[in-house]
């Protein structure tokens, strides 16, 4: 793993925070009906209608699923490999992903779909689960982030 791939790969994996975010959120909750647990099937079946999207240079979401209480993103790098992937990168993003939780909640809290999206996490207690994988489909890394994280962001 040379230091210019593993800086790649940290500029992708930033950079597509707040993208995943406002792509699954404009994807999954732009239709008239009101998101309930009653119709989350349906309503996740649309969004996988409209991947893959690039969300980042050279990362794309290709699914959306439930796992329980898991709304899984699956996020495939388009030509990296797994042996190209280094913890210290996943880890890094992870740190990311949490340390700008707050700022990129009240900035969806500002917009009417993104607010739909995590009123529905919360009020539902999904967690977000990002699942990345490499350019051959192999699993390399999973990210979480809970409800609770969600809610406290929030500020409630």
């Not at 009101?34 to 969004?47: F, G, P, T, V, W």
């Not at 690039?54 to 209480?69: F, K, P, R, S, V």
């Amino acid at each position: 793993n040379t230091p210019n791939s593993t800086a790649k790969l940290m500029y992708t994996l930033v950079a597509s925070l707040a993208a995943v975010v406002s792509v699954v959120s404009l994807t999954t909750f732009t239709s008239a009906m009101e998101i309930s647990e009653d119709n989350i099937d349906e309503q996740i079946a649309l969004a996988n209608k409209e991947l893959p999207v690039q969300i980042a240079y050279g990362l794309q979401m290709t699914e959306i699923y439930l796992d329980n209480h898991d709304m899984v993103f699956v996020c495939q790098f388009e030509e990296i490999t797994s042996d190209e992937i280094d913890s210290y990168a996943i880890s890094s993003f992870n740190r990311e992903l949490r340390n700008n939780l707050p700022q990129t909640v009240r900035d969806m809290q500002n917009d009417p779909v993104d607010s739909k999206f995590i009123e529905f996490m919360v009020n539902y207690q999904y967690n977000m689960v990002y699942r990345f994988v490499d350019c051959n489909g192999k699993m390399v890394s999973s990210v979480s982030v809970t409800y609770q994280e969600i809610e406290q962001a929030m500020g409630r």
